[in-house]
């Protein structure tokens, strides 16, 4: 289950491997598509994921330079790495995120 967070409260729960942070907002459409796919991924893939609500909390957007929502900030071993914009298909994710474990298994 992903784990709801603040700007505050972010990085005290980024994990060891992999943490996708879902950035969203209640009006935001794709991101209700977005954020059970992630859950069902955090369950079936070595990643952990956190949700931030971004409106009215837009200190890490800001930090990021996000433009639009969804956007997921892509962490290994606590670290940022990649910034992802958009919803996609569960398949895509999945793909993306199983290369990028893959790329950085034993860094």
């Not at 909390?57 to 910034?83: C, N, R």
């Amino acid at each position: 289950m992903p784990t709801a967070v603040t700007s505050d409260t972010m990085t005290a729960n980024l994990k060891a491997g992999l943490t996708v942070v879902d950035l969203w907002a209640q009006w935001c459409g794709p991101c209700k598509i977005l954020s059970p796919l992630l859950a069902e991924l955090e369950h079936e893939l070595p990643l952990h994921v956190l949700t931030l609500n971004v409106e009215g909390d837009t200190k890490v957007a800001d930090e990021f330079h996000v433009q639009s929502i969804p956007t997921m900030l892509l962490y290994w071993d606590g670290q940022p790495v990649e910034k992802v914009t958009g919803a996609y298909p569960k398949a895509k994710l999945r793909a993306h995120f199983t290369q990028f474990l893959e790329a950085h298994d034993g860094k």
